[in-house]
């Protein structure tokens, strides 16, 4: 865990996240509880005793059976965000794109395979709505990608797995097309869905048109099957459950 903060600071280029909390805290202690809960949980960070800063993390055992341990740095990076983003979406969405990257289980596989994580993530999501969902009716799940306020689904079933992946695809889009540094900015500063122009330039509405094209041309590294089977095997190998 003391390894995944300063790689979370340095892929939201925040070092500075703790300041807002105690600029001048020296030590950051963070209480990490197992537990049978249905959902992983985090408590915004709080100045302790002794200029400290402390947060909690409960991770539910349900949740780090699934890919190895990509519920921790998501669960962190919750905290490093330092606030509550306005759009859920968002605020879900960067906290797996920085998972993906930093977990022992995803990173590897990527890594090891020269695998490009936002090429894996889109495709996924484009596989999913040409099998599942139809984005020329606007449906629901769909809509709510990068709105303000916006509800979370439960990750157990088959739309939240979805509206977690469609989430971070849409990060993963406006941190490579706007940068992490304007990203962040919309996603620790924004208010409402106008300040997409505001800090992007763009309007959401055009953003999201942008983000579903981009989506749907999306051309896989490895078709489908390719991806299943190299998963299954490094999940295999590595001993976690994919
Ligand atoms: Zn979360």
Known sequence: MSEYIPQIETLLNAQDWYTAVDADAG???????????????????????????????????????????????????????????????????????????????????FEKNDIDVMNFY????????????????????????????????SIQTQDGIFWYECSQSFVEYLVKNYGMDKTMQLIREGNDETDYQTYLGVSFEELKDEWIACVKNCEPQYTIDEYRQMTSAFFKENGGVD
């Open 27 to 109: 030590t950051v202690f963070v209480n990490l509880e197992i537990g049978g809960t249905p959902h992983s949980m985090v408590w915004s960070p709080t100045k302790g005793a002794d200029g400290t800063i402390e947060f909690s993390i409960l991770l539910s055992f349900n949740q780090i059976k699934t890919p190895a341990d990509r519920a921790l740095p998501h669960e962190l990076t919750h905290s490093v965000l330092g606030t509550t983003c306005f759009s859920n979406s968002l605020e879900e969405g960067i906290c797996d794109y920085t998972a993906a990257r930093i977990g022992a289980g995803y990173s590897d596989f």
């Open 122 to 153: 889109n495709y996924d999501v484009r596989v999913a709505l040409e099998d599942i969902y139809d984005a020329q009716k606007g449906n629901e799940m769909l809509d709510s990608i990068g709105r303000a306020g916006g509800y979370t689904y």
